[in-house]
């Protein structure tokens, strides 16, 4: 049996890596920690910003893999410390953003408990090409492949 797909169109040569990129999207899961804001910077700007109270540098890390920007924390556990009451737990995370073709990371920056992450989107170039149409002939194969009959 066929799985139909919005991507199975005819016309839409070549996407079938955005099926899974929203396949992948959809899988990142929906936990809600830590919260997170995405602005737009500029006209090709993008920051996205975590909170992450109680976080150094070293707990954290940022990793970009195939299109996919991964930013992950772990606080350790201090076991010299008695709680009377905890609240504040040590938590681990993951959050994850499929990130479209041509995005790329700029750099990233904690300060006052969040987490900045700058994006950037460059404007594409615009592509025209000439093909040249060539005689297809009753020997010739596809592009030109001669295929000895005839």
């Given at each position: ?79 010299d410390r008695v709680y009377v009451h905890r609240g504040i737990a040590a938590r681990q995370f993951q959050r994850v953003f499929v990130l479209a073709e041509g995005i790329e990371v700029t750099g990233a920056s ?41």
């Amino acid at each position: 049996m066929s799985r139909l797909s919005l991507f199975s169109s005819p016309l839409l040569l070549g996407f079938d890596h955005m099926e899974r990129m929203i396949e992948r999207a959809g899988k990142a899961g929906s936990d809600g920690y830590p919260p997170y804001n995405i602005e737009q910077t500029g006209e090709d700007g993008l920051r996205i910003t975590l909170a992450v109270a109680g976080f150094t540098m070293n707990d954290l890390s940022v990793l970009v893999e195939d299109n996919q920007l991964i930013l992950r924390g772990k606080q350790a556990d201090d076991k010299d410390r008695v709680y009377v009451h905890r609240g504040i737990a040590a938590r681990q995370f993951q959050r994850v953003f499929v990130l479209a073709e041509g995005i790329e990371v700029t750099g990233a920056s904690l300060a006052n408990g969040l987490l900045h992450i700058d994006l950037i989107r460059p404007k594409p170039q615009q592509q025209i090409r000439q093909i040249k149409i060539r005689d297809g002939g009753a020997e010739d194969g596809p592009l030109g492949v001669n295929t000895g009959r005839g």
